[in-house]
Each structure stands twice: as structure tokens, then as C-alpha cells.
């Protein structure tokens, strides 16, 4: 009988390979070859699931934010307001090895995402998206009165910029920017937001 054969989880496991790779060798050291040795498949096998270098380094960006955005609706649960930026942002920033390595693949794939449309889309999705839910929690915050009146479009503007100088930050220099730090900072745009108000 014939094993049966997940694919979607052989997806992942791929795509887990790639993470590791980019963030030990850099995205130029990559290749098909290196994938399927360093995943123990045959070369011929990563044909099936991926048609080319491409494509695979496309999905494990995608997955950069799916992973995110998994664990933002997991933590979620009722919260509104503050709590809920904090908790998102919580994610976003890389305070934990799971974040910071995916700042990492993030940050090494952003030259990619200017010059490759579907790169670039799907980073421009996940910002979007990103900001969206900011701009949502902050209104929430003005509505049940935690922030006085806000531009908060430009503040979610803001804070959307800060967290991407985290990541670079914590990737390129991690001993200057440790999880109790990146909170400092984020309680400080807060708290900044609450007297311009």
C-alpha cells in the first residue's frame, strides 16, 4: 500500500527549511539543491510542491505574516481598544526568537519585494492589513475613551514605521534593542499619542 502523503505539511516543512536557511546563509547562498538536502528530499520532489526558486522564496514571505497573524488571532480572544493594539503589535515586534527569526526573512526578502510584483503585493497586503486593524483599535480607543480625539490613520502610520525600524533594528544590532526596550518604546509612542491629544 502506497504511503499517504500530506502535502500541505510538506509544504511547511519546506518552507521551514527555507526560513532556516535564509537566516543562517543569507537568501543568495539558497538553492533548490541546498533545500532538498538540508529537507533530506530528492531534488526532483521539491519540483512537485514549488516550480522554482521563486517560487518558494514567495511563500515563505507569505508565510512571514501568516505566521504573525496566527498568532495575533490566537491571543486576541474579546480584546478591543489598547489591549488589542497590544497585543498585535506584541507580534509584530521581534521580542521572541519566533519573531525575531521571522524578522529576519522578512528583512532579508524586502529587497526582493521591490523588484518582484508578487512580492511586493504580498507585502503590501500585510502592511495594509497591519495597519487597518491600527487604525481600527485606535478608534476603538477613542471611542470607550482610553485616547482623546487622534489622527489615528497617521498614527497607525506611525507605529506601522516604528515596528518595521524594530525589526530592521533587532536583526542588525539585537544586543540594542531587547524585548524590554521595544516595549519601552512602544509605551512611549503611546504615551506620546495620549498627550497630543
Not at 504573525?68 to 488589542?84: E, I, K, P, Y
Request: charged share 25%; hydrophobic share 45%; proline share 3%.
Amino acid at each position: 500500500m502506497p504511503k499517504v502523503v500530506d502535502h500541505d505539511e510538506r509544504r511547511r516543512e519546506i518552507i521551514a527549511v527555507v526560513w532556516r536557511l535564509i537566516a543562517s546563509r543569507g537568501i543568495s547562498a539558497v538553492s533548490m539543491r541546498m533545500i532538498a538536502e538540508e529537507a533530506g528530499y530528492a531534488n526532483g520532489v521539491l519540483g512537485y510542491y514549488f516550480a522554482n526558486k521563486d517560487e518558494v522564496i514567495r511563500r515563505a514571505y507569505e508565510h512571514v505574516s501568516l505566521a504573525t497573524n496566527d498568532r495575533v488571532a490566537r491571543l486576541m480572544g474579546d480584546a478591543r481598544g489598547l489591549d488589542a493594539l497590544r497585543i498585535l503589535c506584541g507580534e509584530i515586534m521581534p521580542r521572541t526568537e519566533e519573531a525575531l527569526l521571522e524578522a529576519r526573512i522578512a528583512t532579508t526578502l524586502w529587497e526582493h519585494a521591490m523588484y518582484d510584483p508578487v512580492m511586493k503585493k504580498v507585502n503590501a497586503e500585510s502592511w495594509q492589513m497591519w495597519r487597518t486593524q491600527m487604525v481600527g483599535f485606535l478608534d476603538q480607543a477613542v471611542s470607550d475613551g482610553e485616547l482623546a480625539s487622534a489622527d489615528t490613520a497617521l498614527a497607525a502610520d506611525t507605529l506601522l514605521t516604528l515596528l518595521m525600524g524594530m525589526q530592521v533594528m533587532a536583526v542588525l544590532t539585537p544586543e540594542s534593542l531587547p524585548p524590554a526596550r521595544q516595549d519601552e518604546m512602544f509605551e512611549r509612542w503611546l504615551e506620546e499619542l495620549r498627550t497630543a491629544g
